[in-house]
């Protein structure tokens, strides 16, 4: 998969020694977050790229969250990524920095005119989620979706873009990064239709639970230097603006 030029450079001449290696579990591919098949995804590189910046390389291991709980108690796996604090995987771990963030909207076609200023307003529209959304987006939206009949859940978060421009539902709960990637990869002329961000939920911010406290403050010291150098900006916008990534 293509990358841009100076962000290859970047990470090779950053190069590690294989006793260097810091294995972390991530959940299943979540794009363009997390890409399972390709070892990439724009928060993996943001990862790999801090550690290699303090000469570190980094493994992979790709399984359910929870049976990420059942490695790092092991000591199978060095950390975690995408926990918050509250998550059973951060009991007694060194938590990072913030290092990503999900931003989450409901979204409809502008045509549609739809007025949606709070959560119970999609009482009234067929709403496509995304799988465990009902969990995830507080009370408020959980009750909604226990009072709308029309909601329902989805795994493959491209086939909700699809729906959403076919007009085979009204409304999407999504992260803006996730529909501007899958939205670039249709193929069909009714993706160019506007669409209305309706911002119910507030940002959510995801750390990496570490067992080691030395390790995860190499991976904010490396962190720092990605953010302050520009590259992880230019990380995500790569995944974002091509749509051959």
């Not at 409901?106 to 529209?125: F, H, K, M």
């Amino acid at each position: 998969m293509l990358r841009l030029g100076w962000i290859i450079c970047l990470l090779s001449s950053w190069a590690s020694a294989q006793d260097n290696v810091i294995k972390l579990a991530s959940g299943l591919t979540v794009e363009p977050y997390i890409i399972q098949e390709q070892d990439a995804g724009f928060e993996a590189d943001i990862v790999k790229a801090a550690f290699a910046a303090k000469g570190y390389e980094v493994a992979f291991v790709y399984q359910p969250l929870l049976e990420t709980q059942a490695s790092f108690r092991s000591k199978s796996i060095d950390g975690v990524l995408t926990v918050k604090a509250n998550y059973p995987e951060a009991s007694g771990a060194y938590l990072s920095d913030d290092y990503i963030n999900y931003r989450n909207y409901a979204v409809s076609l502008t045509a549609n005119g739809y007025v949606i200023d709070q959560i119970q307003a999609l009482r009234p529209y067929r709403v496509i989620g995304f799988i465990q959304a009902h969990m995830a987006l507080g009370e408020d939206f959980k009750r909604m979706t226990q009072n709308n009949p029309l909601y329902q859940e989805m795994s493959d978060q491209r086939n909700q873009v699809e729906q959403l421009f076919k007009r085979e539902t009204d409304v999407i709960i999504i992260d803006i990064r996730i529909l501007t990637y899958y939205r670039n990869r249709l193929t069909h002329n009714p993706k160019n239709q506007p669409v209305n961000l309706h911002p119910l939920f507030e940002t959510s911010h995801y750390q990496i639970a570490f067992r080691d406290a030395k390790i995860r403050d190499v991976f904010n010291s490396g962190l720092k230097e990605v953010r302050d150098s520009g590259m992880y900006d230019a990380i995500i916008d790569s995944y974002l603006s091509n749509p051959n990534l």
